[in-house]
Structures are given as C-alpha cells and as structure tokens.
C-alpha cells in the first residue's frame, strides 16, 4: 500500500501541439512523478498546458472532471482542439 506522502507516477501520452510541453526525446509520452493526490487539473498544471484541451482520457475512458483525483499507474492521455483553416 501507497504512503500518503509518497509521489505517484502517472503515465501521460501528449498530443499534437501539446507535445511541446514534453522534451523532445520523450517524443510525447512519458511517466511523470506527483505528489498522491494530484488531480487531472493539476497534471494540466503541471505541464503547463493553458490552451483549450479537447478531451482527455484516464485508463482509457474518457475524463471531463478537471477534479478527478489520480491514482499511481494511472495512463493519462491529453488531446487539444485542432483548427483548420
């Protein structure tokens, strides 16, 4: 079982646009430390993201609640909106 004051790893898939806010190498994915806890809002944070997110999905389900607290293992995935011209 977990510690409370343990960090938790959360796997996180980036896309488009938004894999910019990830290291180059990393290619748009990767495992990233939190503190237990953390929500979707603060992995949004935590990344920087501030442009309109179009959907994201946690284990694969789709995930609208910002507030939704993580849990270690999670995989999270991260679509912004995509404007044409």
């Known amino acids: ?3 409370i004051d343990d960090p938790m790893h959360v ?13 180059a ?3 748009g994915e990767a495992t990233l430390e939190l503190p237990n806890g953390s929500t979707v809002g603060d992995l949004l944070d ?3 993201i501030t442009g309109r997110v179009k959907s ?10 910002r ?3 993580l849990r270690d293992g999670d995989a999270v995935r991260i ?7």
């Not at 796997?11 to 290291?23: E, I, W």
């Not at 679509?79 to 011209?85: A, H, I, S």
């Open 1 to 3: 079982m977990q510690d």
């Open 11 to 23: 796997q996180v898939k980036l896309f488009s646009r938004f894999r910019a806010h990830l290291p």
């Open 25 to 27: 190498e990393a290619q």
């Open 46 to 48: 935590h990344l920087g």
């Open 56 to 65: 994201i999905a946690v284990n694969e389900e789709s995930e609208g609640d």
């Open 67 to 69: 507030g939704r607290v």
């Open 79 to 85: 679509f912004p909106f995509v404007v044409g011209g």
